[in-house]
């Protein structure tokens, strides 16, 4: 039981994007079922947030909320209008279910395990491009070019303003912090439009131009009669798209940073590959780069004596789940490769909604950070890293290397 005691939560205060887990701890320990002034509900202990992510009567459909900010929605619906995404992330069953399969039969374990040799390719790539400069920034060279490029490799995109599109992705993943600006809203739901046009004239192009990829595969994807409508296959193809870069870009760069921080750990995962799947995993459970996922309340929910109404949206705190003493031990807060059971974080999330792309986030991640250890075996951090002061994906936007 809590050692009960009200705490503030506050993520815009200084210093929360450099470092949140002492925030996570207070909160697990006095508040772990709490209340924002945000009127949401946070959980941050591991066995609430499991259980949250688990429970088949919650929603992730925001147009289940009742309890809002009436100044806030209206805002929300000038910016966005009614064109409401009709991404699987935002739908209950059966929709959910049938968007789900659609999308799964064109991303099978087979099509990721035949993109290692590309991964490789455009990793040594990069890798080379800074042995020659004989300077790095690990997330403008690897971090982010990899994910964006084999994702767009992967869909069959035809060469675009990778920049325009990268700014319009920013723009759009900040919707998924728990608090936002109206300035930042209306900036997501414009570059959500220009996104939007540019993936419509993107799927007509491909319509005319079937090609070996997994635009082609979802513009055909059928199952006993069903399909995808065309708003639905863009919405999808949307968020591979936005889901395929900004989450891995985080985990490549600051697994990086967390690891030239520790240069045993990092001796360990350069001197052994077979400790590669591990390390990513327990990467994944440190930098948990996606920190929240949300679920609404369709019927009052009791959770540890506090009583959440329906219509409510519930944060689960999976960065604080994955540093949980309950569930990790005395030594959650230090990271070790070798820790036996670190593939049960909940950096995925848990449920019908786990990931699509774990596995091919997990190739990426193992490939492109055991390669830059080997590479540059003196490697370390040049200069004070710069936090992209994201709180849900949180992230470094510069990590300056020196490549010894
Ligand atoms: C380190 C990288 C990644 C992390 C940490 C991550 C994390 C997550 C999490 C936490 C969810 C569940 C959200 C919820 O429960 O509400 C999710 C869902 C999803 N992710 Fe990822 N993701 C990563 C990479 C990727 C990649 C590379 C792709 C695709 C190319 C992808 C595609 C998706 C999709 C389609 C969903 C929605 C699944 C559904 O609603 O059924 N993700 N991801």
Same mark, same amino acid.
């Given at each position: 039981m809590a050692d009960a005691r009200p705490v503030v939560f506050n993520?815009?205060?200084?210093g929360y994007a450099e470092d949140p887990w002492p925030h996570f701890a207070e909160l697990r320990d006095h508040d772990p079922v709490h209340r924002s002034v945000m009127t949401n509900w946070f959980l941050f202990r591991h066995a609430d947030v499991l259980a949250l992510l688990r429970?088949?009567?919650?929603? *992730?459909?925001?147009?289940? *909320?009742? *309890?809002?900010?009436e100044e806030r929605y209206q805002a929300a619906r000038e910016a966005?209008?009614?064109?409401?995404s009709t991404s699987m992330l935002g739908r209950d069953a059966p929709d959910h279910t049938r968007l789900r399969r659609l999308v799964s039969k064109a991303f099978t374990p087979s099509s990721i395990a035949a993109l290692e040799p590309a991964i490789v390719d455009l990793v040594d790539g990069a890798l080379d491009e800074m042995t020659e400069r004989g300077s790095g920034e690990v997330v403008g060279d690897l971090a982010f070019p990899l994910p964006f490029d084999v994702i767009s490799v992967m869909l069959g995109m035809?060469?675009?303003?990778a920049e325009q599109v990268a700014a319009w992705s920013s723009a759009i993943v900040?919707?998924?912090?728990p608090i936002i600006t109206e300035d930042e809203m209306r900036a997501a739901a414009d570059a959500s439009a220009n996104l939007r046009g540019l993936l419509a004239e993107v799927i007509e192009w491909k319509r005319a131009n079937p090609a070996d990829d997994l635009l082609t595969a979802l513009i055909s994807a059928h199952e006993d009669g069903d399909h995808l409508s065309p708003r639905e296959l863009r919405d999808q193809v949307q968020l591979l798209f936005v889901a395929g870069h900004e989450t891995t870009v985080n985990l490549i760069g600051t697994g990086i940073h967390e690891l030239l921080a520790r240069p045993d750990q990092a001796a360990l995962v350069r001197d052994d590959p077979a400790l590669g799947a591990n390390a990513v995993d327990e990467l994944l459970r440190f930098v948990?780069? *996606?920190?929240f996922s949300r679920r609404i309340t369709l019927r009052d929910i009791e959770i540890d004596g506090h009583r959440i109404d329906a219509g409510m949206f519930v944060m689960a705190a999976l960065a604080s789940a994955n540093h949980d003493p309950a569930r990790w031990?005395?030594?959650?807060?230090e990271l070790d490769v =070798? =820790? =036996?059971?670190?593939?049960?974080?909940v950096a995925f999330g848990s449920?019908?909604?786990?990931?699509?792309g774990a596995s091919l986030a997990k190739l990426e991640a193992r490939i492109a950070i055991g390669s830059f250890l080997r590479r540059f075996p003196a490697a370390g951090v040049a200069a004070e890293p710069v936090w992209?002061?994201?709180?849900?994906?949180?992230?470094?936007d510069r990590l300056e290397v020196d490549l010894g």
């Amino acid at each position: 039981m809590a050692d009960a005691r009200p705490v503030v939560f506050n993520p815009l205060e200084e210093g929360y994007a450099e470092d949140p887990w002492p925030h996570f701890a207070e909160l697990r320990d006095h508040d772990p079922v709490h209340r924002s002034v945000m009127t949401n509900w946070f959980l941050f202990r591991h066995a609430d947030v499991l259980a949250l992510l688990r429970d088949p009567s919650l929603s *992730v459909d925001d147009a289940n *909320v009742l *309890v809002r900010d009436e100044e806030r929605y209206q805002a929300a619906r000038e910016a966005y209008g009614d064109e409401r995404s009709t991404s699987m992330l935002g739908r209950d069953a059966p929709d959910h279910t049938r968007l789900r399969r659609l999308v799964s039969k064109a991303f099978t374990p087979s099509s990721i395990a035949a993109l290692e040799p590309a991964i490789v390719d455009l990793v040594d790539g990069a890798l080379d491009e800074m042995t020659e400069r004989g300077s790095g920034e690990v997330v403008g060279d690897l971090a982010f070019p990899l994910p964006f490029d084999v994702i767009s490799v992967m869909l069959g995109m035809p060469e675009s303003d990778a920049e325009q599109v990268a700014a319009w992705s920013s723009a759009i993943v900040k919707t998924l912090d728990p608090i936002i600006t109206e300035d930042e809203m209306r900036a997501a739901a414009d570059a959500s439009a220009n996104l939007r046009g540019l993936l419509a004239e993107v799927i007509e192009w491909k319509r005319a131009n079937p090609a070996d990829d997994l635009l082609t595969a979802l513009i055909s994807a059928h199952e006993d009669g069903d399909h995808l409508s065309p708003r639905e296959l863009r919405d999808q193809v949307q968020l591979l798209f936005v889901a395929g870069h900004e989450t891995t870009v985080n985990l490549i760069g600051t697994g990086i940073h967390e690891l030239l921080a520790r240069p045993d750990q990092a001796a360990l995962v350069r001197d052994d590959p077979a400790l590669g799947a591990n390390a990513v995993d327990e990467l994944l459970r440190f930098v948990s780069p *996606v920190q929240f996922s949300r679920r609404i309340t369709l019927r009052d929910i009791e959770i540890d004596g506090h009583r959440i109404d329906a219509g409510m949206f519930v944060m689960a705190a999976l960065a604080s789940a994955n540093h949980d003493p309950a569930r990790w031990g005395p030594d959650a807060e230090e990271l070790d490769v =070798r =820790r =036996r059971d670190a593939g049960q974080h909940v950096a995925f999330g848990s449920g019908s909604h786990y990931c699509l792309g774990a596995s091919l986030a997990k190739l990426e991640a193992r490939i492109a950070i055991g390669s830059f250890l080997r590479r540059f075996p003196a490697a370390g951090v040049a200069a004070e890293p710069v936090w992209n002061g994201r709180i849900n994906l949180r992230g470094l936007d510069r990590l300056e290397v020196d490549l010894g």
